[in-house]
């Protein structure tokens, strides 16, 4: 059964013109990585709002067609509930920190949802183990640097066990290389754990080796929905200003020269392998 | 502001650091009453005096002094006021008895500035807040309570980039005439209020998607608990209560002047 299935969505925020997305299907089975991409103001975080229940019950507005997930349909459950099945990371991370301590921080879902204490000690370290924090558990949330903060904001959804954990652009306030590890926890997070990923990203260089699926928005409707080595050969893709991973490009390069190096690549090592391979293959 | 500087928490451990934020409340309220009660220089020096070893041992030396420093200003207000005031209205005859009278009215004010300061400087505001949910005020409040005193350094922060960007446009904020200084200031105001609006609302958001009001029982990861050092310290305050009171109604406390034998 799919986690997350809707159909025919249109939603329209409260006193806005034209719906921020339009007649959207879409259907996401568990355990897959879903990178979302698109330019700016296609509807990305508009749709994200919607898998926890954020739409319509804090932003009002009208939503028409069906919405499930985790088998709820979101119309009919209040947020807290459907926060229990998806955790949702927002893009700054010193907006979704409250408490004076890292650890604190990590139990406010918890401590909202009125977990017995020894319960809640076990799973805020084990968010904390996972993400990486164990360490800085006391610190003030607001003293550690972004990428840190991030890791805290993933580790209070991690806390409260959902199957699904949406991230809208975690990554846009951050260097490279907390980018790049903020990302590998996410991995993590799908592959050893399970649980079901809904990444927001223009990193798609840095995000793209790890999805098994790309959805692309543009103005306000699914235009490309599949593969990340499919996805990135469109020229839809291309042309509406995805930014489509280096290495990709650069295998579409060598294929119009004439070289063939096989499989479309997602990483530089992916990439770098094929054409070792391809070269010997030639010589040999 | 210096002054301010002295009830900013700093996190680090001592003894007076981990005692009960309730039980500590009730010491220096008992200290504050004490103040109150006694207008003479002497007990209130004894008052002061008798505070600087829990300074010491709370390891808060630097911020107290900072804080004392900065509330010299108005100790000397208060003391140039009490003067002036005996002076006139006053029975008093020697000069000597006005001073010593305006210093007990300084001295009271810095041993409650002082007594407030050992609170703020050795509670957390996460300890702090905690401590309010258990005497039952309502969670929301102390939520309010503790998300303010984390985002006054952002707000703080925010303000400052928001003026240097309107002054690298070349807003004045030091002019000659006032009222176009405060409107002057408007365009520093209205930035910085749109954005703690829209904060506020993605903090929203946020709690929101943490199951904020999932349940009225809401339950915390920790719980204060009062052990025998947070009892004996109420003890200790109750028994400083009431050798005060003993020593307010039937001790005759000679002042300094007579000690020293000034005359008037
Ligand atoms: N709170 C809101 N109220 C009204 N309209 C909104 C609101 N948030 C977004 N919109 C509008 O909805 C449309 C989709 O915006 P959305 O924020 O979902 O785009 P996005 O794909 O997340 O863009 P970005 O990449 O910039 O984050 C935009 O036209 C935007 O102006
Ligand atoms: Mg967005």
Redesign the pocket.
Known sequence: MAIIEARNLTYT?PY?ESP?FKDVTLRIERGEFILLT?P???????LCRCFNGLIPHF?GGKLEGEITVAGLRTIEHPIHEIAQHVGLVFQNPENQLFALTIEKDVAFGLENLGLPRDEMRRRVDWALKVTGIYDLKNRAPFEVFGGQQQRVAIASVLAMQPEVIVLD?PTSFLDPLSARNILGVINRLNKELGITIILVEHRLDLASRYANRVIVMNEGQIILDGEPRKVFLENEAALIGVGIPKVVRLYMLLKRAGLNIGRVPLSPEELSKSIMEALIFDRG | MSMFDGLKFRNISSPIHRIDPRAKFIYVLTFFIIAVFFNQLIPLLILFFSQIPLIIIAKVKKEWLRLIKGSSFFATIIFIMNVISLYFYSGYSSLASIIEQASAMTVRFIVLVESFSIFFLTTSPDMLGLSLEQIGIPYEFCFAFTTAIRFVPILAEEAQTIIDAQRARGLELEGENFMKRIRNYVPILIPLIVNAIRRSLELAEAMESRAWGATEKRTTLYMLKMERRDYCLILISALMLVASLYAWLFIKIPTMTQILNIQG
């Open positions: 925020y806005a921020a698109g700016s103001g296609c509807g990305k975080t508009t932003y652009e």
